[in-house]
């Protein structure tokens, strides 16, 4: 059953699935969507959250490494992530992000 993406608000991948990458513009102007739990994903494809105005919090980001471009573009109550594990981060991941204001260790972040 496909997902209507102006009704969801949370989204949480648990522990059963096998998920590991979210391709692009997998939840691209989900206007309602308000959390995402992300366990076992390892890679966001570009634009992934693109334009989810009331997505305000990603949880369990442990095993992201990759994150596109323009991923969370225009999340615009998205008010922090934690990219500690996060190797790569494409071109305008967070932009227009207002009110972001955590994300984390960058550490292993390869510029």
Known sequence: M???RH????IMFDKSHTIESIGNKAFYECGNLGSMDLRN???IGDWAF???K???SVASLEKVTTIGAEVFY???NLRSVDLRNVTEIGDGAFYCCENLRSVGSL???NT
């Open 50 to 52: 693109c334009g989810c």
């Open 74 to 76: 225009d999340c615009e």
């Open 107 to 109: 550490e292993k972040v």
């Open 7 to 10: 009704l969801q608000r949370s």
């Open 2 to 4: 496909p997902i209507n």
């Open 41 to 43: 994903v390892t890679v």
């Open 54 to 56: 009331n997505l305000s």
